[in-house]
């Protein structure tokens, strides 16, 4: 323990700190989410070895996306009531375990617990790195750091896509998770011995009655929604999904009532964080539901074997993971509002050329509308992380990290709901985009790809409301611990 004392006031002292810091969060959330998108990719094997249908284990990919989406701001409040470090470490201490569990899976059933639990807890891996690039990082610096973020949020599955194309034709489908437990294993290690802790908030308790209902309500309605894409609309879903803003609707009620709420509804009062909450359910809406559809543009449209489709469709996270941290860069020389209209803007370009997409049309036009949107949202989610944080008080920035987590999450929900909805209401009653001559699909995909243009236009104009945060500090300059947060959250 000698030692590591040592170590840790070393490191700590290191006139680089915030960067060691970002650094081993950073690897943190590569290491847990690695497998996040992989196992998409060898859905086949698992049918075959659980005995299962597509309709089962398309929740082993699903089930985690809607947990992620579900906890983030609830994980996120207990890293502002506890400080970021002890549920960082825990979360992943707990994630590192079930992972490993995944391994060992012996039905469909142990499968997806073991998944849905590990990224119950890994989801506290987000928010709280946003806590610590907020306590380490200058207000007008922070674009810098959330860069990286991006990057390494879109790295990390991008990564475990090619790792798992490498590796599963060798070893089978649980290689996977036996690779990334020694990985997870490292990283707690590091974050253990390097991490400080941000402030703590003794007084403030978690508002149980609140996680509940917000949680019901992320619950009905991405759970609505992405069953009643995966399987065909039933009166249970609509009925679900009716349910969500009503419990919105009371969990609004009752934070307003309560000393303790688990989001501060006042924040909603506040120019940049408003903004670009809304902002990126509308880029995300485009940019999530546009690619969802884009496999069977490829195949069903310009008639792509597997193999084509695949390679195509790496070019939209590619990009973004390419460029997201020089984005991150220019964003805190340019200012979060340029920076988010640049990518808005990118996005919305890119859906309409995707939407002029035809039967003849070369695969170039599809791979450049593909990575041009990958590109836009390098831009954006620098841009409007930075200012929904900066808009928020230091001791809740971990919520925000949350909350811009579950917006992605229903954003993009929305996107495959709406998109999908579209494209299938221009085929004939009980057809696929399989079964219908390529060129009756060019106007059901065109219509698609235009209303997600539409949307990442209005998220343009929604941006142009954002203001940037004043740049009050040199560009390298040390975080000092004294230094006070700069406040950029005007009222409307």
């Not at 170590?7 to 690695?34: D, E, K, N």
């Not at 903004?275 to 690619?291: D, E, I, K, R």
């Amino acid at each position: 323990m000698d030692v590591v004392r040592r170590w840790r006031s070393r490191v700590q002292a290191h006139p680089r700190y915030r960067w060691i810091v970002l650094a081993t969060v950073l690897f943190g959330l590569f290491a847990v989410g690695l497998s996040f998108t992989v196992l998409s990719t060898v859905l086949p094997q698992i049918d075959s070895e659980f005995g299962v249908d597509e309709s089962v284990s398309h929740w082993v990919v699903t089930a985690p996306i809607l947990v992620f989406g579900i906890a983030g701001p609830i994980v996120g409040k207990f890293g502002d009531i506890y400080g970021a470090k002890r549920p960082y470490l825990v979360g992943f201490g707990i994630a590192t375990v079930f992972l490993f569990l995944t391994g060992l899976s012996w039905n469909i059933g142990s499968l997806i617990a073991f998944r849905v639990i590990a990224a119950l807890e890994g989801a506290a891996t987000g928010p709280c790195a946003v806590k610590y690039i907020a306590a380490h990082f200058e207000p007008a610096e922070r674009s810098k750091a959330f860069g990286w973020f991006s990057f390494v949020s879109a790295g990390a599955p991008t990564i475990g896509l090619f790792v798992g194309a490498a590796i599963v034709p060798l070893l089978g489908w649980r290689a996977i998770f036996f690779i990334q437990v020694p990985l997870c294993a490292i990283a707690l290690v590091i974050a253990w011995v390097v991490l400080d802790d941000t402030d703590a908030r003794p007084d403030v308790r978690v508002h149980v009655p609140g996680a509940l209902l917000l949680g019901a309500a992320a619950f009905c309605g991405l759970f609505a929604l992405n069953l009643g894409v995966a399987s065909g609309w039933t009166a249970p879903l609509y009925l679900m999904l009716a349910a969500t803003p009503v419990l919105l609707a009371v969990f609004v009620w009752t934070q307003a009532r309560t000393d303790h709420p688990l989001f501060p509804l006042h924040y909603f009062r506040r120019r940049n964080f408003t903004l670009s909450l809304l902002a990126s359910t509308m880029v995300n809406f485009a940019y999530l539901g546009g690619f969802i559809i884009a496999p069977f543009l490829l195949a069903d449209l310009l008639g792509l074997p597997e193999g084509q489709t695949l390679a195509v469709l790496v070019s939209r996270p590619l990009a973004f993971t390419l460029v997201a941290i020089w984005a991150g860069y220019a964003v805190a020389r340019i200012g979060e509002r340029t920076g988010a209209v640049f990518g808005a803007a990118a996005i919305g370009g890119a859906m309409v050329m995707l939407a002029s997409v035809g039967e003849t049309s070369p695969v170039a036009l599809v791979v450049c509308g593909l990575a041009i949107a990958g590109i836009g949202l390098g831009f954006c989610q620098p841009s409007l992380n930075t200012a929904s944080v900066n808009a928020m008080d230091l001791e809740d920035q971990a919520v925000a990290g949350g909350m811009a987590a579950s917006v992605q999450s229903i954003g993009g929900a929305l996107g495959n709901v709406v998109l999908v909805g579209i494209l299938r209401s221009g085929l004939p009653p009980g057809a696929t985009t399989a079964d219908v001559a390529p060129a009756a699909l060019e106007s059901a995909f065109s219509d698609a790809y235009l209303v997600g243009a539409i949307v990442a236009l209005v998220a343009v104009a929604v941006a142009f409301g954002i203001r940037r945060t004043p740049r009050t500090v040199a560009e390298e300059a040390p975080r000092l611990p004294d230094v006070e947060v700069v406040e950029t959250g005007e009222l409307i």
